[in-house]
């Protein structure tokens, strides 16, 4: 992580993202803009979380750790939105992880801060409340989909997620990650990959998962994990 110290830069992401107008100006002076790196963890499950952030540029995977080790996927970011409602509000430790899929811009605020100076600011809280209602109906959307979804359209959305270069999708997670956060076994997964393979939508090999068809992708992947 890199925080940068070029001050115009940040107040265009604020303006440009209106976060002035959800914040007061005294509480603005404490933001940083901080820099992730591809595959650079942002937030880790169960630490502390000392920053509230805004999420501006780049893509960022968020996904829970349960007891028994696996990971399960929430949700993609690729446009604006925001790190942190339920821990300012409750004072508890990170609820989930969170990590770059692309490198990516986050504005970061000391959650103290935001409590001390913001928690009785009509604007923020507004925007705060917002913010966690739409994430519950994201989240009960996402679960029904999970249940209502075949495994090779939860792949495929999966897989849009990531960078494609030269009709290849770079995947840093093993298989056994991707059948986790997706919600399937190994097996299932491996049966997907057949499928599209089947179907001349993808190819895969031990090293890498080269694209066919971009558009039958698409179109498998529809919008089950990434708002469109």
């Avoid at 992880?97 to 100076?117: N, W």
Wanted: hydrophobic letters at 40%; charged letters at 25%; a neutral charge.
């Amino acid at each position: 992580m890199q925080i940068t110290e070029n001050k115009k830069y940040l107040e265009l992401l604020i303006m440009k993202n209106k976060i002035d107008e959800i914040l007061p100006f005294e509480v603005l002076e404490s933001a940083e803009l901080c820099r992730y790196s591809r595959d650079e963890d942002i937030l880790v499950a169960n630490s502390d979380m000392p920053y509230f952030y805004f999420f501006v540029t780049g893509k960022l995977k968020v996904f829970q750790i349960h007891e028994n080790g696996k990971a399960f996927l929430i949700q993609f970011y690729s446009s604006f939105d925001s790190l942190g409602e339920i821990e300012l509000v409750n004072n508890v430790k990170a609820s989930c992880s969170v990590s770059a899929v692309l490198p990516s811009e986050l504005i970061r605020i000391p959650i103290e801060v935001l409590r001390q100076r913001a928690i009785d600011y009509p604007p923020f809280l507004w925007y705060v409340s917002k913010s966690l209602a739409t994430k519950l109906l994201y989240a009960d959307r996402h679960h029904s989909l999970n249940l209502l979804y075949p495994v090779k359209n939860r792949l495929a959305s999966y897989l849009m997620a990531h960078e494609i270069k030269s009709d290849e999708i770079v995947l840093k997670d093993s298989l056994q990650d991707v059948s986790e956060f997706i919600g399937t076994t190994y097996r299932q997964l491996h049966r997907a990959f057949q499928q599209l393979e089947k179907n001349q939508v993808l190819k895969k090999t031990k090293k890498s998962i080269s694209v066919l068809d971009l558009n039958k992708l698409e179109l498998l992947a529809g919008s089950i994990y990434e708002e469109k």
